[in-house]
């Protein structure tokens, strides 16, 4: 096997081992897709300060989170479906995420449930909640998570209307998947994924299924999904679920500076300027994009987090650089899961790790928390130096 060098390495690999239509769940964004490759281009308009003749011994990455000691400013995202990249998906990627000392956030709609993930490690991880108008069934989540001592909880606000993904609707990806002649064909030509999947018990939403009102098995599940996701969601909703919760909360979803300035009055630890990935209002601008703007309007008050296109450890640096006190990678290590399992989200990490700590260093920098628009020559066309 050729080496793996960088993140689409991974993303090759899992196109040619995960069925396709749960490949392109992971790798679509909404309707023409203008706002999924916004975030990763507009990284590109970002330019680095190189320095030389400085000291570049001793080099950390290590910082915090939300008060959390982390490796390097990178957790795992929250995304649906981990389970079926590959078996046991958000259990394994939450151990490699252990072992390398950054936050796992584990989505409500994931196929290993809460406890399953929480009996598979040794140190707390994230929870990401929806609001969804069955509140008891919410209530019962975040105690779940209480339970299962997740140190953060992370409420996202831009998924209440599904936006349309264009590359799910021609696969016919449902909840729960339909095995139609084409998707038995699908599993059938990917015979590592299909071996795993037979060896686990886990294949359905199991923070769901045996919890929610009348969600007793997949059958039930599909009408329940389509009704629970709230449009009615208010700032007063927000502060309901930061009342039951009680820890840190992260809010997911910002990408205004209005929005964010209506965040602070939540109670909220942090804010993720965030698209979804580009698979809710496609033509909104990248994350990158946008956020100077939301760190001079509330960055003195909140942490500010980012997630949207990154694909390596310079944009991770990037987006310190413009403000940001934390970044998030979804796609990344959905690559490196479905490529190589626990093993492929160990090596994403690497690769970024690499890239974030050499990247630091020929900018002339050797501690993480130093990085600041010093580090950056220009941006959206604003120069720095």
Request: contains cysteine.
């Amino acid at each position: 096997m050729a080496p793996i060098l960088e993140i689409s390495d991974l993303k090759t690999l899992a196109r040619r081992r995960v069925p396709k239509m749960f490949f392109d769940y992971a790798d679509s964004g909404s309707w023409t897709e203008s706002t999924y490759r916004a975030n990763e281009d507009d990284f590109q308009e970002v330019t680095l300060r190189q320095r030389i003749a400085v000291d570049m011994s001793d080099r950390s990455t290590a910082t915090q989170m939300i008060g959390q000691d982390v490796a390097m400013p990178l957790a795992l995202a929250p995304t649906g479906f981990c389970g079926m990249q590959h078996a046991d998906g958000e259990i394994l990627a939450a151990q490699a995420a252990e072992e390398a000392g950054i936050p796992f956030t584990l989505s409500t709609m994931s196929i290993c449930s809460i406890e399953d993930v929480a009996e598979n490690t040794t140190k707390p991880f994230w929870f990401q909640v929806y609001m969804l108008r069955d509140r008891d069934f919410m209530a019962n989540l975040i105690d779940r998570a209480k339970a299962a001592n997740c140190s953060a909880l992370m409420l996202t606000l831009d998924l209440q209307i599904l936006g349309q993904r264009h590359k799910d609707l021609r696969n016919g990806l449902s909840a729960p998947p339909k095995f139609t002649p084409k998707h038995v064909w699908q599993m059938a030509t990917s015979p590592l994924w299909c071996l795993g999947m037979a060896g686990t018990k886990r294949h359905t939403f199991g923070n769901v299924v045996g919890h929610a009102k009348n969600v007793s098995d997949l059958s039930s599940l599909s009408s329940w999904t389509a009704e629970q996701f709230d449009p009615r969601l208010s700032w007063k909703d927000v502060e309901w679920v930061k009342e039951r919760w009680g820890g840190p909360m992260i809010l997911k979803g910002i990408l205004d500076t209005e929005d964010a300035k209506s965040s602070l009055d939540c109670g909220a630890d942090a804010i993720i300027v965030s698209n979804h990935g580009g698979r809710q209002l496609d033509g909104a601008p990248s994350g990158i994009r946008v956020l100077s703007d939301i760190v001079n309007a509330v960055g003195d008050k909140v942490e500010i987090h980012i997630d949207g296109g990154i694909r390596s450890g310079q944009d991770i640096l990037k987006s310190l650089c413009l403000g940001a006190k934390g970044t998030y990678v979804g796609r990344p290590y959905l690559y490196g899961l479905g490529a190589m399992g626990k093993k492929g989200v160990t090596r994403m990490i690497e690769i970024v790790h690499k890239e974030l700590d050499i990247t630091m260093a020929l900018c002339g920098e050797r501690q993480v928390n130093d990085l600041d628009r010093s580090n950056i020559y220009s941006a959206f066309g604003e120069k720095y130096v």
